[in-house]
T-cell receptor, first 116, second 114 residues
Framework: NAGVTQTPKFQVLKTGQSMTLQCAQD?????MSWYRQDPGMGLRLIHY???????DQGEVPNGYNVSRSTTEDFPLRLLSAAPSQTSVYFC???????????????FGPGTRLTVT | AQSVAQPEDQVNVAEGNPLTVKCTYS??????LFWYVQYPNRGLQFLLK??????LVKGSYGFEAEFNKSQTSFHLKKPSALVSDSALYFC????????????FGGGTRVLVKP
């Protein structure tokens, strides 16, 4: 299994540009999520999904859109990039109903985004 | 709302000495608690979890954590630290009312010196 994959690894945008961060998982996990990591602030949840066609907002959703058309993919769209969105972005996935399959989330390697 | 606190930004320990990383939580109902580790320029890796059962939980790389309900704590421990344990450690609590949302603490950087 490839686990959770993210592309690109690095990206530089100008203010106002849009882009999509890609995330895919091959573990048939129902739950997928996007976090941003900023120094001293841990990880903050942007959006999450509990299955194909179902998404919801997390703690810091403004400026980001998501969709979940398949179980495997969960792209994150930046509509109009701002310097405040400079961060490292992580995608994660897990089973929703853990039991013997576990509740732990599996994280991708991250995308480092700089907005100038 | 649930929350997680990691009171130490950094922990310094000599190689071979015991390592403790502190975590306290606030959540309604029974908590599901996790520890993750992040090495430089990498994603987070799962270390261990407490769901139910024994208060002492054993995980990967020789780490363990003790769940203490009365003190609402879930401290991470390792009896003998290695230089390779130097990393950023995150404590997290699962929101059982919202799918599988995790709330993370701010992280504790561990530096193990030879």
């Amino acid at each position: 299994n490839a686990g959770v994959t993210q592309t690109p690894k690095f990206q530089v945008l100008k203010t106002g540009q849009s882009m999509t961060l890609q995330c895919a998982q091959d573990m048939n996990h129902e739950y997928m999520s996007w976090y941003r990591q900023d120094p001293g602030m841990g990880l903050r949840l942007i959006h999450y999904s509990v299955g194909a066609g179902i998404t919801d907002q997390g703690e810091v959703p403004n400026g980001y859109n998501v969709s979940r058309s398949t179980t495997e993919d969960f792209p994150l769209r930046l509509l109009s990039a701002a310097p405040s969105q400079t961060s490292v972005y992580f995608c994660a996935s897990s089973y929703v109903t853990g039991g013997i399959r576990g509740y732990e989330q599996y994280f991708g390697p991250g995308t480092r985004l700089t907005v100038t | 709302a649930q929350s997680v606190a990691q009171p130490e930004d950094q922990v310094n320990v000599a190689e071979g000495n015991p390592l403790t990383v502190k975590c306290t939580y606030s959540v309604s109902g029974n908590p599901y608690l996790f520890w993750y580790v992040q090495y430089p320029n990498r994603g987070l890796q799962f270390l261990l979890k407490y769901i139910t059962g024994d208060n002492l939980v054993k995980g990967s790389y020789g780490f363990e954590a003790e769940f203490n309900k009365s003190q609402t704590s879930f401290h991470l421990k390792k009896p003998s630290a290695l230089v390779s344990d130097s990393a950023l450690y995150f404590c997290a609590v699962r929101d059982r009312a919202a799918g599988n949302k995790l709330t993370f603490g701010g992280g504790t950087r561990v530096l193990v010196k030879p």
